[in-house]
């Protein structure tokens, strides 16, 4: 005879059958799935080196709940769909979350949301430049070796705010009240090498220039001879930006406002544009490319010009460039600056996937702080994705093979594929490795989001996955190419 419990809900949808719900007493978790990215973080001593950054002034004999648990507890929290602190109050008791920050199962409570807030209001300032600089350590770690050349993508992107949190001001082009954070990015690996929280009314480019030596420095010290492209919107576009990029030897391209001169001297180039599509009826798109000099310029600069005309009507951009291939090649040099867009995805995952726009504390250097537990925790997922990543291969038509593309030119890489090949490579992809290139929503549902049954004995801890579970093959995958990293992680048979 089982033991029912006085708890029971019952639904009588399915006719003469009951259907009753009861509870028992079992520690449970519905995020199981974190484990192995904690295995991994602790592999690769990611959120360790995070948390050497940091000083805790507290007296030692009256701590219950020291720095590298709670940093664990943010950071899994974040990449587990727990922005908030206040989210912490319930998760304190969950028995994964216990173990990814360090605890037991059957040890006393996680952190509350006073003590996390308490802890996030007590980072200083010189453990935030620790962070800055752990950032670009563990970018310089993540080359097996030396590269040859890297790009640094610049953006500036509007934090609304709701409250009343200190520095945040009105900017009148979003139309709101806001932070306005600085981030700079890895064109290659996606990584965050900055993130710089600054007061919502500045301009988008305000201490860029500074940002953007310092970061300069710390690279070329590790790598002397490593050749740097920057990149960066109309915003950026500035005159203190070309000046610190010409001193310090830097490639760059910027986005370029534009204004009646310009639009006059490409009156030629919008006209041969409209022509053309008037004749074929297919879109057509110019380049042309001139040296520039305004008012506030030193000297003059290259300016590249795209001339687009298509059913919608025209499109006039322009960019201005130090690239020596910008006079041969105007049409690639704006091409690669297109690229960028692909680190805008990365800061839109930070923004809406880990809420990284989530800085509701009331001291700016708090909401300074949350963010870089933000920018950690999308960097550890960027770190795994490689790892993790099974890309399909090409094959040619001829050559049928389910776990390959067919294409014309089988011998062409991925990244030269264009058009519908290009599309089709791409939705393949997402099918057969969902995980390689992955937001962090598709972690969740695939991995992360899992019923866990935890049972703490004296020899081990025991975590039960559901037998049915369909992405259980996923987490077999994950967990033997960690496993492969070195180290104990096993996949479960």
Known sequence: ???????QICFDFLGRLPIVVESR???????????PLRQFDHQLGFTAGFIDCLEDTREP??????????????????????????DHDTLRGDPVFKIVAGRKPEDDELASQPTLSRFENAVDVPSLWRVHDFFIDDFIRSFPEPPDRITLDLDA?????????????????????????????CGENQQILWAALRPGMVHAALGADDDLEYLVNRLRRAWPDVEIHVRGDAGFGMPWMYNVCER?????????????????????LIQR????????????RLFGQMLYRADKWKNARRVIAKAECNRLG???????????????????????????????????ELKEGLRGDRLSCHRFMANYFRLQLHVAALNLLIRLRPMVADPPTLCAWDEYDPERVPVEDPTLPVAALTGRERRRYQNYRRRKDPLGRGQIETWRTILIKVAGEVTQSVRRILITL????????????????????????????
């Open 1 to 7: 005879m089982s033991e029912q419990s006085v708890d």
């Open 25 to 35: 007493k079992a520690e449970i978790s519905s995020d199981a799935g974190i484990l």
């Open 61 to 86: 004999d009256q701590i219950d709940h020291p720095f590298p648990e709670m940093v664990r507890q943010r950071i899994f929290g974040i990449l587990a769909g727990y922005e908030d602190c206040n």
């Open 157 to 185: 992107t509007d934090d609304t705010c709701h409250g009343q949190q200190q520095l945040v001001f009105w900017h009148a082009y979003f139309d709101q009240y806001q932070y306005f954070p600085l981030i700079i990015s």
């Open 248 to 268: 310090l030897g830097l490639f760059f391209t910027f986005g370029l406002s534009s204004n009646a001169v310009l639009k006059r001297a490409t009156e030629g």
């Open 273 to 284: 544009a409209i022509e053309q599509f008037q004749h074929t009826g297919e879109p057509a």
């Open 314 to 348: 025209t499109n006039l951009r322009f960019i201005v460039t130090n690239r020596p291939g910008g006079a041969i090649l105007p049409e690639a040099c704006y091409d690669d600056y297109v690229e960028r867009g692909e680190s805008e995805n990365r800061y839109k």
């Open 466 to 493: 559901p037998a049915q579970w369909p992405h259980l093959d996923w987490f077999r995958h994950v967990c033997q190419r960690i496993a492969a990293m070195g180290g104990s992680a096993q996949a479960p048979m």
